[in-house]
């Protein structure tokens, strides 16, 4: 698993890239975090070396990669995070 740290006003860092598996991994500002499959290692190292992390995925990735929804994380206490009992 490789880790990429970077500033964005779009994606939240880091991103995450699985080579065996050519899934990358990413976090919106906004919420929900998604894979986006088929994600080669030239994809990654371009993606790694554009300037804008944000115009990058807006141009690139988002018009040209299938992407899947990952479910929320769960809590340490095993509740859905910003989930609060009523």
Request: aromatic residues 12%.
């Amino acid at each position: 698993m490789e880790i990429l740290e970077f500033h964005s006003e779009l994606l939240k860092a880091p991103a995450l890239y699985d080579e065996a598996k050519q899934i990358l991994t990413l976090e919106f500002q906004r919420g929900g975090k998604y894979e986006y499959l088929e994600f080669t290692p030239d994809d990654w190292a371009a993606f790694a070396a554009s300037d804008s992390k944000g115009r990058h995925f807006l141009k690139v990735i988002k018009p040209h990669f299938a992407c899947s929804k990952l479910p929320e994380e769960e809590s340490t206490d095993g509740e859905k995070s910003g989930e609060q009992d009523n």
